[in-house]
C-alpha cells in the first residue's frame, strides 16, 4: 500500500525540515511547499491526502488560501498550524478541518493526521 501523502505548506525552512523529517519517520510521504504560489496546480500534481497549512506567511493568508482549497477540492482534509491560536475564533479558519498551534512536539499534530487519514 502507498504511503500516505501529506503537503506542508509553510514559509519557514526549518518547519518544513522538522516535519518532513518526522512525519516522513511516521511512514508518511511529505511534499513542500514554501507559500501559496502555485498551490492549486501542486495539489492537482501531488494529490495529498492531507494539507497542512500555515497561516501567517509572507505574501500569503493561509485563511485565504484555505478558501481556494475549499473551492477546488472540497473533500480535501486541511489541518491549519499556526504559531498564533487567535485565528481558531477568524469564521474563515472553521473551513479547516483541525486547527494546531506550532509547537516543536508534533503529538497534536500527528494525531490530528491519524484522525483525518482514518
Do not use: W
Amino acid at each position: 500500500m502507498a504511503a500516505k501523502k501529506i503537503l506542508v505548506v509553510d514559509d519557514e525552512a526549518h518547519i518544513r525540515m522538522l516535519y518532513s523529517e518526522e512525519l516522513g519517520e511516521d511512514g508518511y510521504e511529505v511534499v513542500t511547499a514554501e507559500n501559496g504560489k502555485g498551490l492549486l496546480e501542486l495539489i492537482e500534481r501531488e494529490k495529498p491526502n492531507v494539507v497542512i497549512l500555515d497561516i501567517k506567511m509572507v505574501d500569503y493568508n493561509g485563511l485565504d488560501l484555505l478558501q481556494d482549497i475549499r473551492n477546488k477540492y472540497y473533500d480535501l482534509p486541511v489541518i491549519l498550524c499556526s504559531a498564533y491560536d487567535t485565528f481558531k475564533d477568524d469564521m474563515k479558519s472553521i473551513a479547516a478541518d483541525h486547527y494546531v498551534v506550532k509547537s516543536f512536539d508534533l503529538a497534536e499534530l500527528r494525531q490530528k493526521i491519524s484522525e483525518v487519514l482514518a
